[in-house]
């Protein structure tokens, strides 16, 4: 029976399928296709954008509910553990991980939300983060950061001064990251003073400077809500330089505010 079976045939398509107009048709269709993915991931991405702006909606007011709550700890032990969080960010300014697996950071600055504002300010520098972000700052930018606690005292009430000294050496990303205006070439070939230059005199070199932080506390919620701080640069530079026009072409140019907030490189070009 099987020498019987007769082959199949080739299905016959119709001759419009081989014609410019269906093939115009399909690139339409595909074109159409197209458009119906991105229309639909664009409405994806739209949703998501407002999803993530909800949940910071969120945070930002669980942030605000927590402030209203009231602090129960001493402002003393307050500006005790401040002083300890920063040394231990000035050792481990990478981050790290603690023994139950939990980022070192976190685990410290979660600690540190019970006792500061959420919107806590350092001169134009506001929030928690942005304050850890500074001391990473520090602790990158200058080599072997130490500060050493040497006195707390109420200044007046909601005011406590911590009073400390803080030792930084001077390093070639310090100088390319804060000071970044001086220079490491010679200014001109009649430069006479090229073999004494500056950046010689200040690599490696460690500066010794007092360190004063006011820990300024809101009356209702007892937390820290403003830290203001001083770094005595000058007399530390003044003691490696020794010249005072040699500390003011140090400092006139350097990437540090006033208010001891390291200026970004983008941010320094903007206002320049």
């Known amino acids: 029976m099987t ?25 339409t269709n ?25 949940l910071d909606s969120l945070k930002r007011r669980r942030q605000d509910l927590r402030s209203l709550e009231k ?3 001493s402002p003393w032990l307050v500006v005790t553990k401040a ?12 981050g790290s991980e603690d023994d139950e697996g939990m980022p070192g950071d976190k685990r410290k600055l979660t600690d540190m939300e019970a006792s500061f504002s959420h919107d806590i300010c350092m001169g134009n520098v506001c929030g928690l983060d942005a304050l850890v972000q500074q001391l ?6 200058f080599g072997l950061p130490q500060i050493r606690l040497q006195r707390v005292e109420m200044k007046c009430p909601g005011v406590i001064t911590a009073s400390a000294r803080l030792g930084l ?8 990251r804060l000071f970044p205006h001086i220079s490491k070439e010679p200014r001109s070939k009649y430069d006479t003073n090229w073999g004494d230059r500056l950046v010689d005199r200040l690599v490696s070199q460690r500066l010794d400077c007092t360190c004063s932080l006011n820990f300024l506390f809101d009356d209702v919620s007892g937390r820290v809500v403003r830290l203001e701080t ?5 007399p530390a530079l003044f003691q490696v330089v020794r010249t005072a026009d040699a500390v003011s072409e140090v400092m006139e140019g350097a990437l540090i ?7 970004k490189e983008e941010v320094a070009s903007e206002l320049s």
């Open 30 to 54: 595909q074109a159409r296709y197209r458009n119906r993915q991105r229309d639909y991931q664009a409405q994806l991405e739209e949703s998501v954008g407002k999803l993530r702006d909800e």
């Open 230 to 234: 001083q770094i005595g640069f000058i």
């Open 169 to 176: 050496t001077i390093t070639d990303l310090t100088l390319r």
């Open 257 to 263: 505010s006033p208010d001891c907030v390291v200026i």
């Open 83 to 94: 002083c300890c969080f920063i040394e231990k960010c000035f050792q481990s300014p990478w």
């Open 3 to 27: 020498g019987n079976i007769t082959p199949r045939e080739p299905r016959q398509y119709s001759k419009y399928y081989n014609t410019p107009a269906r093939r115009a048709q399909c690139r």
């Open 71 to 73: 602090s129960n700890e």
């Open 136 to 141: 990473r700052c520090y602790a990158q930018y």
